[in-house]
């Protein structure tokens, strides 16, 4: 999906959330884990933004881990800071039945 965003959207303006190692060139690739190398390190629930900051954020397969209660929390969170919210979810998070979800506090 790299291309598509990157073509679509001023490439600076967009959020990579949760990036993990799946970062995009020329956005801001955000992630809680620091040994994965973001951009920026930062929590889901309180993205260090400014209301309507990017022009776009995305989340690839990673809300696949939270309650529905905390994904309204995020899908909220990231409707503030971005204008237009993309989320790839699995229908089942082989992460949780792996047994590899990490909780950062």
Known sequence: YNTIFEERFI???ILNVACGNNKLH????????????PDIVGDIFKLPYNDKSFELAISKQFTCCYNLTEKAKILKELERV????YI???KYCPWRKLGVVKKYE
């Open 11 to 13: 490439a600076e303006k």
């Open 26 to 37: 020329n956005a801001t690739n955000l992630d809680i884990d620091p040994s994965v190398n």
């Open 82 to 85: 971005a204008k237009v919210v």
């Open 88 to 90: 790839q979810e699995w």
